[in-house]
């Protein structure tokens, strides 16, 4: 991996210190867990907080019961509390009933749950659709438990009540938009969720900071039931979506995953793929797959937008995933930073990728005579001069500047610049249909495409997207 500079370094202790405020919440698809979390994400970017609540109907399924646990114990015979909702979140399956009872060890075990092949790791284990309570504790403690009375107890709510979720908007030139959503409604697991909300956080105070040619939606989610409520609410203007990144899984100290858009080709896959063959890790694409994140739903046919998913580990594929050593040691300053400097590059050609067209395409335009060629004085390094080179050869109106990294294999960046170079020459000029569509005046969304299609979805003046 590239050498991190200092303020790198700084950053990775930041997004670290930031996962670690969020690591002791007891969160979950709804209830004050997630609502605290967004709150600490609102200490730092602006959020709105939608609140939707029980039984709303959304497409095939219904917002759950609120759940709230404010304490969960089991006691054993000697009156000592051995397992410990206050001492670690996931002790409590995820969406318990509430229960108060004495019992023997043996009517007690069908509702301890444990992993007898990691045997001091606690599992995470959730109950949400099919009410039951249970408990989550390593197998050793299991096995050490001596026969007699356990109390227990898990005090909780599950009644009507809300699922929350925030949102955090950054307008940019275009209404076209760039969809950044993580999930976060896991409890203590580092990778696996807090990964994402920290390096999505962060982003969105980076771009915040850019003249931005796409508008940024950042959403705060639970997971799948989360993205299906978003998606119901805002159904008719998902064609504003023009590319998208779940985060999750950013944290840890393996390559780079990059999963694909349903659509497979999307600039979104693109770019991604791109980005990640120059950062200098190592770094594998995976086609799509109806399983995984939230992905699964923004690439539900009815909707099959441009979004992807970057991971590192792959969830499901690390033994610590779902389990209490997914934990804060598990995810690295460095590759938190690492994933939030990948994540930038990949908006970072999103932004600057537009079609040029060379202002004099027949035969060489002389660089030497306007100083833009390599000299035996120094000047243009050779990679600079290729990239001018690369840039006015394929800047036939019909190549995009990814097309030309592509082809080139050359980085981006490098590339971006000598388009700018060139242009301020005079040797290269903007295609005039490049580029995204404009707020109009009257708030009436248009592409800057004649025929009003974006990849394949329809944006009509009612915003609905063909399904
Ligand atoms: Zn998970």
Not at 180 to 201: E, F, K, Q, R, Y
Not at 275 to 294: A, K, M, N, Q
Request: hydrophobic content about 35%.
């Amino acid at each position: 991996m590239k050498q991190l500079d200092r303020s790198d370094s700084a950053i990775g202790l930041d997004l670290h210190h930031f996962a670690a405020e969020l690591y002791p919440i007891c969160r979950s698809i709804t209830g004050d867990g997630i609502r605290r979390t967004l709150a600490a994400i609102q200490n730092r970017i602006p959020l709105q907080i939608s609140e939707v609540p029980s039984g709303t109907p959304v497409f095939d399924w219904t917002v759950p019961k609120e759940w709230n646990v404010r304490d969960a114990f089991i006691k054993a015979p000697d009156g000592q509390r051995i397992v410990d909702l206050q001492k670690c979140s996931l002790h409590v399956v995820n969406y318990s009933t509430p229960v108060h009872a004495t019992m023997p060890l043996e009517a007690l075990k069908p509702h301890l749950y444990t992993l007898p092949e990691c045997p001091d790791w606690i599992p995470y284990r959730t109950s949400y659709y099919r009410e039951d309570w249970g408990f989550c504790l390593s197998h050793n403690q299991l096995l050490a438990l001596p026969q007699g009375e356990y109390e227990v107890c898990i005090d909780s709510t599950l009644e009507d009540g809300h699922l929350t979720y925030g949102e955090h908007y950054l307008a940019g030139r275009s209404a076209e938009e760039v969809l950044i959503s993580c999930h976060a409604c896991h409890p203590s697991l580092a990778n696996d969720n807090l990964s994402g909300i920290a390096v999505a956080t962060f982003l969105a105070e980076q771009m915040s900071r850019s003249d931005l040619r796409y508008s940024y939606r950042f959403l705060f989610i639970p997971g799948t039931i989360g993205a299906i409520t978003w998606l119901a609410r805002n159904q008719n203007t998902t064609g504003r979506i023009r590319h998208g990144l779940v985060l999750t899984c950013i944290g840890d100290a393996g390559g780079f995953h990059y999963k694909r858009s349903r659509r497979g080709n999307a600039e979104i896959d693109r770019a991604a793929a791109h980005v990640l063959g120059h950062c200098g890790e190592p770094s594998e694409i995976l086609d799509f797959s109806p399983y995984g994140y939230d992905e699964r739903q923004y690439c539900s046919p009815g909707f099959d937008l441009p979004v992807g998913c970057l991971m590192r580990s792959v969830w499901e594929c690390f033994p610590e995933y779902h389990t209490s050593a997914d934990n804060l040691s598990f995810i690295k300053p460095q590759q938190l930073a690492g994933s939030l400097r990948v994540c930038k590059s990949i908006l970072d050609v999103l932004e600057n990728n537009r079609s040029y067209r060379n202002q004099n395409p027949l035969c060489e335009p002389q660089l030497g005579r306007r100083g833009l060629y390599r000299s035996v004085e120094g000047g243009a390094s050779r990679a600079e001069m290729m990239a001018r080179l690369w840039v006015l050869n394929l800047s036939d109106g019909k190549h995009s500047l990814l097309d030309i990294a592509e082809r080139s294999g050359m980085a981006f960046p490098l590339l971006s610049d000598a388009a700018e170079l060139l242009q301020r020459g005079g040797l290269l000029s903007v295609e005039p249909n490049e580029g995204v569509g404009e707020e109009c005046s009257n708030g009436v969304f248009e592409t800057g495409k004649p025929n009003a299609h974006i990849e394949g979805v329809v944006l009509s003046r009612s915003g609905g997207v063909r399904q």
